[in-house]
Nanobody, 130 residues
């Protein structure tokens, strides 16, 4: 059974940092896409960052709102993808979700629509105070 578990959320002051983790299990392939999404109260879930691994080639993506502040990385041995979030702003406050696309068409890349992801984590709350 494929499972994704997010961790690392919390309360931080504006300008601070957090590192989110998405620990995946239940599959062996290193060819997958992990996406980070977030959803603030009353807003649509939006894509934040994406990590696409295909035949050893890595592609990453960042939404304009987080570019230069967030960094996505992975540890394949641990099947864990990290989202390092620096210079946090109050508008980054949201529940952050990771999702995995295991059945993509080879040659695809990031970013991907929510509907392309097969499994989702339960989310972790990030709150940035001003």
């Amino acid at each position: 059974e494929v499972q994704l578990v997010e961790s690392g959320g919390g309360l931080v002051q504006a300008g601070g940092s957090l590192r989110l983790s998405c620990a995946a299990s239940g599959f062996k392939t290193n060819d997958y896409t992990i996406g980070w999404f977030r959803q603030a109260p009353g807003k649509e879930r939006e894509g934040v960052s994406c990590f696409h691994s295909e035949d050893g080639t890595i592609t990453t993506y960042y939404a304009d709102s987080v570019k230069g502040r967030f960094t996505i990385s992975s540890d394949n041995a641990k099947k864990t993808v990290y989202l390092q979030m620096n210079s946090l702003k109050p508008e980054d406050t949201a529940v952050y979700y990771c999702a995995v696309d295991l059945y993509y068409v080879y040659g695809s890349t990031c970013p991907k629509a929510r509907s392309e992801y097969d499994y989702w984590g339960q989310g972790t709350q990030v709150t940035v105070s001003s």
